[in-house]
């Protein structure tokens, strides 16, 4: 069985692949030990945390997948693919190795979500993954979005 590595910042991950977004807690989900040092910056405009990926290489077969509540406020959401996650309007944008490329992937997929009317501080999930088996992997990804639901607001 493929390992799942879930990374969720500033997102409550609920046990399901659902998300309760807009939330101000932060949580690191790993099947395996994995790089989950983070930073944490004190300013007088309140505390940043960041934490990067948390592992340095993917394995062959693996996928990342991290969700990110905390972006800056968006008038839109972009470029991408027109879908719906969760019910709400979100653009896609798969990439040949893209960010992920740093810890191995073969593939990234960013999703941008509007998770409150623009102009909001949208969700953004980022998926990693490394061959093989990157058509079966894309397939869990795209599962993972159709049964994301989020906390009604």
């Known amino acids: 069985m493929k390992k799942l590595i879930a990374s969720v910042a500033a997102a409550a991950l609920i046990a399901s692949p659902a998300v309760a977004a807009q939330t101000t807690s932060s949580k690191t989900v790993t099947t395996k030990s994995g790089n989950t040092k983070a930073t944490t910056t004190v300013s007088t405009k309140g505390n940043t945390t960041s934490c990067g990926f948390p592992v340095k290489q993917l394995e062959p077969g693996g996928v990342l997948v991290t969700w990110n509540a905390s972006t800056p406020p968006a008038m839109a959401l972009g470029p991408g693919s027109r879908i719906r996650v ?5 653009r896609r944008v798969d990439t040949a190795g893209g960010m992920c490329r740093r810890i191995g992937a073969d593939r990234t997929i960013d999703v941008l979500i509007a998770t409150r009317p623009l102009p909001s501080t949208p969700t953004q999930f980022t998926a990693c993954l490394r061959g093989p088996g990157l058509a079966q992997e894309e ?5 993972l979005l159709a049964s994301t639901k989020f906390a009604s607001q």
């Open 86 to 90: 969760g019910g709400r309007e979100a």
């Open 139 to 143: 397939r869990s990804v795209e599962a």
